[in-house]
């Protein structure tokens, strides 16, 4: 038994201790909003909040979720930086195909949380992980220099 | 306007709503139409409350179709965008036409008749109105669904006129008035996407968040090597793992683009069919994949080069022209084999049993997948329904169907719904790739340093000697265009790799090829690259040649020299010193009916690492552009897709790809990312698709770069770094 809390909500759940938290959210508690891209960590597709710490949860077994608190895009709109961040992602349309937004929204209210007010290397830094195969990255860095209530425009050499 | 292309002809029929409203049906012949409004399988409908819905038939696919053609919709009907609902429609390329995501031609072919069709609705609107209101048509205005008699001072929203117009006979969408482009109210601002807040909220809209009562989940474990046969496995001991219900192997058809041999795992949980799936033994018979090697293609190639091949396209005498040259130009091109990489991977959900197929799927091709079920599963196309999901990028991958077959045999076979769901691993190890093909060029210079024939011999990959899906070489438009004595010859290695279409298909590897080299000529000519670009183009317009030299497309030079003109001011092309290790390039391309020019800039380090630091887009793509966001994030995402296609590589080992996950394949991320400038023209020609046409010229533009900053001309894909590094 594994008791944990998601997006604020108990749970206590008789699942398998290797089992990835990515599918124990997608499969067993039908929480869609966190998606599969690659199962080895390489895309991001499937970051969630561990204790407010952004990680990849297609590699990270339940049992290390084990008396956290987990949250989830469906739950992102209750932090400050999560509620900013999805305003300004419907406003600016920053999505294509969507499927990466999540995991996007995830690692950027996460860097927000930890930083306020981020650079534009501070932005390579916290987002690298996460891959848009459609490549909406322009709208991505310049949303959560919006959400931060930054300029957006985009100061790298260039 | 000039004229639009229709793809079919189009009947419109009406039928009242449940409630009193109005519905309006489409269809290829007016029995069709009538059986779409019958159906409720229309394009649109009108509550009497005034809602309107409007159906969007074509896969989304991040491209933004469900929303930019339904306001197209809505603007010829005059009414705000906030009144609409936009729901999917279902599949049935009877009533709705291709439905369909590729080659960039939703926008091309249903701009006209979606016109019509809310033209068509407006006026039945108004022909109620004028009953309702006692005054003529022509005295009637409508503003945001609601229309105003100016003399009375009477109004009628559409929800109150809609079951009267429904009674009407329906106008021939032909005849029906248009808006005045500069009327527009809804086309050319920028709209979110339909479903954008539902994806925000983590809905369950993807193809993979599907589930449907008594569901199952499946992995099929496929052979390594294409076509590859099942010989024996640990099924049994498979069986025994917890979760798993079934084990059983499917035998392939012998289609390349259905069922292959492999082994489905079906359990309660998809993670215990995956892991499962991860203790699978089974050997294969792989022989047919012996000798498909990389290494092994690269020598045939090299052998075939030595040949003449078959001409593809011919004109003046080139090879004379070249043997009498004063200079000859020549290099070789080579590029590799690449994967799609949609980020969402390949799935299915399906209940299917011998009689009937039900299928959910994000695919690109619904219309395909259902004749494909029908032939492979046997089942005829009435009993069969597909359901189009939202989908997680496409790219080409999912114009094939190959998971919607595995996902119906297995669920018939199985006795229950399924989802099958496949790993990256699968999606890297099945794919069908963007094939490679390598070219030998020759340009010929006369003695008055112009260019005077040009030669291009391409080697391809196919079976039975013909190209193989998206292997085509297709003739370069610019350069064929421009010069007098062209020949154009290919020859074809026969391959067991399936291919398929990747964005942009075969311009995604020809646009590098052709325009690095008309590059590497501007330089053997001590020519500005963009002034060659221009001054080919200003022969061509002086010589008053027509404006459509052979191959499949329409070309126009006057577009080619606009594009390139603005690109020029836009860079900052001609005040723009090289130094640093930093360079401009440009390059042009036609494709997908859409014209593009791009100049990038890219910094090269002493160690060899290159970074795109801008890119500069012009596009003409027609009169308007519908959706500016959906518009400037296609351009953005063509852009940076067709710089990462420059560092990815798969190869092949006796059939079989080597690299099997995403840390073997480098994919564009946030610090890759460079700053754009995409501009428009808005030139007189109808509007065209943006998916595909941004992306060709972005690869050239970034190796002519390179050159300009380095030295260092790159002549294959992917770019090897060391080839740049220098001594500091
Ligand atoms: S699915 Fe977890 S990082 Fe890709
Ligand atoms: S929007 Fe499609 S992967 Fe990011």
């Given at each position: 038994m594994i008791s944990l809390k998601i997006n604020g909500k108990p749970y206590t759940l008789d699942l398998?201790?290797?089992?990835p938290v990515l599918w124990v959210l997608?499969?067993?508690?039908?929480?869609?909003g966190t998606k599969f891209g690659?199962?080895?960590?390489?895309?991001?597709?499937?970051t969630v909040h561990i204790d407010g710490v952004p990680v990849?949860?297609?590699?990270?077994?339940l049992s290390v979720a084990e008396g956290t608190e987990i949250t989830t895009l469906e739950g992102v709109s209750e932090t400050a930086a999560g509620q900013a961040l999805l305003k300004v992602w419907a406003e600016d349309d920053?999505?294509?195909?969507?499927?990466?937004q999540s995991g996007q929204i995830m690692a950027a209210t996460a860097l927000l949380m930890e930083n306020p007010a981020p650079t534009d290397a501070d932005i390579d830094m916290a987002m690298d992980?996460?891959?848009c195969r459609c490549a909406t990255y322009t709208r991505i860095r310049a949303g959560i220099k919006r959400a931060a209530g930054l300029s957006p425009a985009d100061t790298r050499e260039a | 306007m000039t004229e639009v292309m229709m793809s079919r002809r189009l009947f419109l029929s009406s039928a009242t709503l449940a409630g009193g409203g109005l519905l309006l049906g489409f269809g290829a012949t007016a029995k069709e139409a009538q059986a779409a409004s019958a159906n409720m399988t229309q394009y649109v409908a009108i509550s009497s409350t005034g809602k309107v819905t409007i159906r969007a038939k074509n896969p989304e696919i991040g491209q933004g179709i469900k929303t930019s053609l339904p306001m197209i919709v809505a603007e010829e009907m005059d009414?705000?965008?906030?009144?609409v609902e936009v729901v999917t429609a279902p599949v049935n390329e009877k009533l709705y036409g291709g439905q369909i995501a590729g080659g960039s031609t939703s926008i091309p072919t249903n701009y006209e008749p979606m016109r019509r069709a809310g033209a068509a609705v407006r006026l039945m609107l108004l022909q109620a109105a004028a009953v309702k209101l006692s005054?003529?048509?022509?005295?009637l205005q409508v503003i945001s669904g609601v229309v105003h008699h100016k003399a009375s001072g009477k109004q009628a929203h559409y929800g109150e006129l809609a079951q009267a117009a429904s009674k009407l006979t329906v106008p021939d969408p032909a005849s029906v008035t248009l808006k005045?482009?500069?009327?527009?109210?809804?086309?050319?601002t920028a709209q979110g996407g339909v479903d954008s807040a539902k994806v925000l909220k983590g809905e369950?809209?993807?193809?993979?968040?599907t589930a449907i009562p008594g569901m199952k989940h499946a992995i099929f474990r496929k052979p390594p090597v294409f076509g590859a046969k099942f010989l024996s496995g640990n099924l049994d001991a498979i069986r025994a793992?917890?979760?798993?219900t079934q084990v059983f192997v499917l035998k392939g058809t012998g289609n390349i683009q259905g069922l292959q041999d492999g082994v489905a795992i079906v359990a309660d949980k998809w993670w215990q069919a995956k892991t499962a799936g991860d203790q699978l033994e089974v050997q294969w018979d792989?022989?047919?994949?012996?000798?498909?090697d990389t290494e092994t293609y690269r020598t045939q190639a090299d052998t075939l080069l030595k040949g003449t091949g078959d001409s593809l396209q011919s004109k003046g005498t080139a090879a004379d022209v070249l043997a009498n040259a004063a200079t000859v130009v020549s290099a070789r091109y080579e590029v590799p084999f690449i994967p799609?990489?949609?980020?969402?991977p390949q799935n299915c959900t399906a209940r299917a049993s011998a009689e009937h197929i039900e299928i959910w799927a994000p695919t690109q091709a619904p219309g395909w997948g259902i004749r494909l079920l029908a032939k492979e599963l046997n089942v005829p196309e009435d009993k069969i329904t597909v359901h189009m999901t939202r989908v997680g990028g496409g790219f080409g991958r999912r114009l094939e169907n190959d998971y919607m077959i595995e996902a119906a045999a297995i669920s018939q076979k199985a006795g229950v719904p399924i989802k099958l769901l496949w790993t990256r691993e699968d999606d890297l190890a099945y794919d069908f790739f963007r094939p490679g093909n390598l070219h030998d060029l020759k340009a010929a210079i006369d003695?008055?340093?112009?260019?005077a024939a040009y030669t291009a011999h391409g080697v391809t990959y196919g079976r039975d000697g013909k190209p193989s899906a998206g292997a085509n070489i297709s003739p370069h438009a610019f350069t064929s265009g421009v010069v007098e004595h062209f020949e154009l010859r290919q020859s074809v290695i026969e391959t067991t790799i399936p291919t398929g279409y990747l964005r942009a298909p075969s311009s995604n590897a020809l646009a590098f090829v052709h325009e690095c080299f008309l590059d590497e000529i501007a330089h053997a000519l001590k020519k500005d690259p963009l002034t060659y670009r221009l001054e080919l183009v200003n022969a061509q317009l002086a010589s008053g040649a027509?404006?459509?030299?052979?191959?499949?497309n329409p070309y126009d030079f006057r577009r080619i020299k606009e594009i390139l003109e603005t690109l020029r001011t836009r860079s900052g092309w001609a005040d723009f010193k090289a130094s640093d290790g930093i360079g401009l390039g440009v390059a042009t391309y036609f494709s997908h009916r859409g014209y593009f020019a791009e100049v990038a800039k890219v910094k090269v380090a002493p160690d060899g690492t290159w970074r795109v630091l801008k890119v500069w887009a012009v596009g003409d793509?027609?009169?308007?552009?519908?959706?500016p966001f959906g518009a400037y994030n296609q351009v953005e995402g063509s852009i940076i897709d067709g710089i990462g296609q420059l560092k990815q590589c798969i190869t092949f080992e006796n059939g079989r790809a080597v690299q099997t996950n995403l840390h073997e394949v480098p994919l564009m991320r946030m610090s890759d990312t460079p700053k754009i400038d995409t501009h428009f023209i808005l030139s007189d020609n109808p509007p065209t698709g943006l998916?595909?046409?941004?992306?060709?010229?972005v690869l050239p533009a970034v190796c002519n770069a390179i050159f300009a900053a380095t030295g260092v001309r790159i002549?294959?894909?992917?770019?090897?770094e060391s080839l740049l590094a220098r001594p500091s």
């Open positions: 398998p201790e290797d089992m997608r499969d067993e508690l039908g929480l869609t690659c199962g080895i960590a390489q895309c991001g597709a499937c990849r949860s297609c590699v990270t077994p920053v999505m294509q195909c969507g499927y990466c992980g996460n891959i | 009414i705000d965008w906030t009144q005054a003529p048509v022509e005295a005045d482009p500069k009327d527009f109210k809804i086309i050319g369950p809209i993807f193809g993979i968040d793992l917890p979760g798993v792989e022989a047919i994949g012996k000798g498909h799609h990489l949609a980020l969402e003695d008055q340093g112009r260019l027509p404006q459509s030299p052979e191959g499949r793509v027609g009169s308007v552009i519908i959706n998916g595909e046409p941004a992306l060709p010229p002549r294959t894909l992917p770019i090897e």
